[in-house]
């Protein structure tokens, strides 16, 4: 690392704005920017923790050297596998794209490159997005850098623990049932997912296209704010793109004086931590403290929903995964006397159990005879999930919920029981059905009185109706700062909670 | 016992678009293989569709033509199977959904006009192309070109409201005539610009059931269509005829060797899983939208045949086959315009018509030689009767290979009609002299002696003398001796 000093914090330490002001004000090159997680913080974290899958040390000084004046000058992000970047594999972490070399970017990494950002490496994920914990990743699994013996949470759990042990101050993930949002909560950073259609999925490695969305990883609220407003927007290329302009988010340090937020008083009933009710208890007092007023109801978002969720999902995996046959791209099994030969061991050997089990059941749920049945009814559900969620939002113009109902939890401890995985996703599954905006907020970590889980970061979700993110922002800083209103000024930096060794 | 045969058809039709169904890749035929493709159409991880508008107007102007109605939400649905030359593993189509509902075509055959009714025509994406495995030692390896991958198609399906193959080739005729008319497709069946697929079962004549039905695929003209149908009704009459019974199976016909073969059987019958793809929000075709598509349609071959027939008084098959193509039917309209419509269909239709067939010429090829107006004035010489019958011949196989008007023509070729009196008088004369007992013949009341005098002059022109003028003269010249002789 270079000998000089500074009072300023490490480069690796700073918020993406500031190192972006750095870069911008000649206070440091974007190489060295950009390599600051990798000579900082990724020596003693990345070998235990494994948030990293593809990196290059070349396509870094390059996109370095390439980095474009904008908002992001100079700012490492890290991508996770399933957005597709021309410089790194793109692999899903799936065996069966193993080796696949994308031949164009995603826009959303388009739209970071425009705003100077440098992607610095592939995040590790759940083959696929499919899983809760990041276990089911082809190249083994991340663990959580507040407790090595736990799981950063998943699907995108690489990003996610990259972002909290500083590799990168900003990271893309992406959301099909929480899988943002949940990761972000157990490694104690901010994840947000955009309203359905407000960032491209163009790129995007399709999982359930109607519920996925590309989603933002940072330690601080104004870095979520600055990424979703060089990313969101329209794009000829989606057609479930949103036509609008995105919702400006650029008021995300004006606080929430007005606001109303709604608390769901029967929650507690659905098996939630304490840790998680106290980190709730004391988000609704740091909103309330910056004059937001708390409207309590009951609400348990879709008695139905985990049912819907995985019948919706799985459906439109199956089909949208049909196309890894070993025939254009990726792993193709050796041993393929004929066609159908090839596609069977080439899908039995290159997905991973829990991709097939998905598999088998969207395929199952579309058959002639059941789709009436299970997908139809789902669509039904879904409606009725829709209809639920605005009802809520016309009592108050945020949610306060859980993220998961848990802290981290501990590897392989769900591994063997998709049941118990799928139903830690509870909290998160209504926004992506419903295609509203979802946001993982940190509340530091858990204390030592007694409780299981001490040192575990804690997260709270807010949720909004669609195009709710300038009101999720500001609602998100105000929990950042604590609640106090002289500190919400973008001048004031928060502190973030950094993992120490354990 | 007499069957009489239930058919359906399912017709794809390739459009004539600049771009894929759903990306921006040209549609181009013959390019080197997988040359127009992109992450889109070859299906690459990530990648999303979007709906080409003008291949949706293309629907549109089918749709409208054939009297269909129009769906204000119509929905794009995946059809899911596994399949080397389809890079996603699923099609873009409509299932439940359509674009256009209803409609009919209107098929004149042996002089009946019918309605065939449709049931539907949607917008789909094209496969890729496979080849057939090639031996390369002890491996065989199977190429796939994805150049037509997400070509736009549309597919149109009958009410099984055919009876006859024969009805069925004639339906495909003016489809493809009408995909033509209205400029979205080539129609080269071919080409694999129209496809047919036909449904078909037969059923004791004049009972109203439905017999179990086969699919017949792989009907690639339409006198493959016809002989496929043919081959299709006669297995199935002989397989009832002994006592069988006729088991749900798709077939594809070899037009070489006009043979069936099972492809599958019930037992494997697919199943698609359909469901609505969640990349396309559903497409809306608002009132502005249809009515503009309406708007542009031209006017219909079928109307346009009995307009050209009321107005320029022509017979209803010269109509039809002057309406045959748009391009076509143009260039009559603009020959027929002030002219005598009937005469300018007769030189179309014998002359004009056997010299593009000599030289396999697109009309474009004349058009380019003999315009419009050089016909109109040609036609006007004719009706004049200042070119007798077989110098008109050679003047109109002299323009279609010389510039020039027709003037300019007989005077390169040292060729003069002789119409003026002044030329003919002393021929005329001469006839009379040398001919009294025809003349006195005529002066006697025969006035069909006349022609054998016109004829004698002619001769004497060398078939120069326009005969109209003879006549009039040679009428003149006997008046006169008429009342001199009396
Ligand atoms: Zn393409």
């Given at each position: 690392m270079s000998g000089h000093h500074t009072s300023a914090p490490e480069l690796w330490k700073r918020s993406a704005r500031a190192l972006a002001a750095a870069v911008a004000a000649g206070e440091c090159d974007a190489l060295a920017a950009v390599n600051a997680g990798w000579e900082g913080p990724a020596a003693a974290w990345e070998r235990d923790v494994h948030a990293v899958v593809h990196a290059d040390p070349g396509a870094r000084a390059a996109g370095a050297a390439a980095s474009a004046p904008g908002p992001l000058r100079g700012v490492p992000v890290v991508v996770k596998d399933n957005l597709c970047t021309t410089e790194y594999p793109t692999t899903c972490c799936s065996r069966i794209l193993a080796g696949y070399h994308p031949p164009y970017d995603a826009t959303v990494v388009e739209r970071l490159r425009a705003a100077g950002a440098v992607v610095t490496a592939k995040g590790n994920m759940d083959e696929f997005a499919m899983g809760s914990s990041t276990e089911y990743s082809c190249y083994g699994p991340t663990r959580n850098p507040y407790d090595l013996a736990r799981v950063p949470g998943g699907s995108s759990g690489g990003p996610a623990a990259a972002v909290a042990y500083g590799l990168a101050p900003l990271a893309l993930g992406s959301d099909t049932g929480g899988s943002v949002r949940q990761p972000a909560a157990f490694c104690g950073v901010f994840g947000l997912k955009p309203t359905y259609g407000r960032l491209s999925r163009y790129g995007l490695v399709a999982f359930g296209s109607s519920l996925d969305q590309v989603g933002i990883f940072a330690r601080h609220a104004g870095d979520v704010a600055t990424a979703y407003a060089a990313l969101a927007g329209p794009d000829p290329r989606d057609a479930t793109t949103r036509t609008t302009p995105a919702p400006d988010v650029s008021g995300w340090d004006l606080g929430v004086a007005g606001l109303s937020f709604g608390w769901p008083a029967n929650l507690w009933k659905e098996g939630v931590e304490a840790e998680v009710v106290a980190a709730m208890e004391e988000a609704a007092a740091a909103l309330e403290r910056a004059g937001a007023r708390r409207v309590t109801f009951d609400f348990?978002?879709?008695?139905?929903s985990v049912a819907t969720y995985y019948l919706v999902a799985t459906a439109e995996a199956s089909s949208n995964l049909a196309r890894f046959d070993g025939v254009r791209y990726g792993f193709r099994h050796a041993d393929g006397a004929d066609v159908r030969a090839l596609y069977t061991r080439t899908r039995s050997a290159g997905f991973g159990p829990e991709v097939q089990r998905r598999i088998l059941l969207g395929t199952y749920a579309l058959s002639a005879g059941y789709y009436d049945a299970y997908y139809l009814t789902a669509q039904r559900a879904r409606t009725r999930i829709r209809r639920e969620y605005a009802a809520a939002f016309a009592r108050c113009d945020l949610m306060l919920m859980?993220?998961?109902?848990?802290l981290a939890f501990r590897l392989g401890e769900k591994v063997d029981d998709p049941l118990a995985m799928y139903l830690s996703d509870i909290f998160t599954i209504g926004a992506n059905l419903a295609g509203i905006p979802g946001f993982t907020v940190p509340l530091g970590l858990a204390g030592d009185g007694g409780r299981t889980g001490a040192g575990l970061p804690r997260g709270i979700q807010l949720l909004g109706p669609e195009d709710a993110e300038p009101a999720l922002l500001r609602a998100g800083r105000v929990i950042e700062m604590g609640g106090e209103r002289a500190r919400l000024p973008r001048a004031h930096e928060s502190e973030f909670a950094w993992p120490t060794r354990r | 016992m007499a069957y009489e045969a239930v058919i359906g058809l399912e017709c794809h039709i390739q459009l004539r678009t600049r771009s894929k169904m759903f990306c921006d890749c040209p549609v181009e035929f013959g390019a080197a293989p997988n040359s127009n493709v992109c992450p889109v159409c070859l299906g690459l991880p990530g990648a999303l569709p979007k709906t080409n508008r003008a291949a949706i107007d293309a629907a549109l102007r089918l749709g409208l033509a054939l009297g269909c109605a129009v769906r204000a939400e119509s929905v794009f649905a995946r059809k899911n199977y596994f399949y080397p030359d389809m890079p996603k593993n699923y099609q873009i189509t409509q299932y439940d959904r359509p674009l256009c509902v209803g409609g009919a075509l209107p098929l004149s055959l042996d002089g009946v006009t019918r309605e065939i009714a449709l049931t539907r025509i949607h917008a789909e994406e094209d496969t890729g192309k496979s080849f057939h495995p090639e031996r390369h030692g002890d491996r065989r390896v199977s190429r796939v070109d994805f150049n037509r991958a997400g070509v736009p198609l549309l597919e149109l399906v009958t009410e099984p409201v055919l009876r006859e193959p024969a009805e069925c080739a004639a339906f495909l005729t003016a489809l493809r005539r009408l995909v033509r008319w209205l400029d979205i497709s080539d129609g080269d069946m071919e080409k694999g610009q129209l496809r047919c697929d036909a449904n078909v079962s037969i059923r004791p004549a004049g009972s109203s059931g439905f017999g179990v039905k086969t699919e017949l695929k792989n009907l690639n003209s339409i006198k493959g269509v016809e002989k496929g149908l043919t081959a299709e009704i006669a297995r199935q009459a002989g397989v009832l005829a002994a006592g069988g019974r006729i088991e749900q199976a798709t077939l594809l016909y070899d037009a070489d060797h006009d043979r069936l073969a099972v492809m599958r059987s019930k037992e494997y019958a697919h199943d698609y899983r359909y469901f609505p793809d969640p990349d396309l929000p559903a497409l809306e075709v608002d009132e502005a939208w249809r009515e503009s598509a309406r708007a542009a349609l031209p006017e219909l071959p079928w109307a346009r045949a009995a307009r050209v027939a009321e107005r320029y008084g022509v017979p209803a098959y010269d109509a039809a086959v002057l309406c045959d193509q748009r391009d076509l039917a143009d260039y009559y309209e603009e020959c027929a315009a002030g002219a005598d419509g009937k005469l300018a269909s007769n030189w179309l239709m014998t002359e004009m018509l056997r010299v593009l067939k000599e030289r396999g010429w697109p009309l474009a090829e004349w058009r380019g030689r003999v315009p419009a107006g050089r016909l109109r004035a040609f036609l006007a010489k004719v009706a004049a009767k200042e070119l007798p019958g077989p110098l008109a011949k050679q003047v109109f196989a002299w323009m279609v290979d010389e510039p020039g008007a027709v003037e300019e023509l007989l005077a390169r070729h040292g060729?003069?009609?002789?119409?003026?009196a002044d030329e003919l008088r002393p021929l005329v004369r001469q006839v009379i002299e040398e001919n009294p007992g025809p003349v006195t013949q005529y002066l006697g009341g025969r006035t069909a002696t006349l022609g054998f005098l016109v004829g004698q002059v002619m001769k004497k022109s060398g078939g120069q003398a326009v005969p109209q003028a003879v006549k009039e003269l040679l009428e003149a010249e006997l008046a006169g001796r008429a009342i001199s002789g009396s």
């Open positions: 348990l978002p879709g008695e139905y859980p993220a998961a109902p848990t | 060729v003069r009609a002789q119409g003026s």
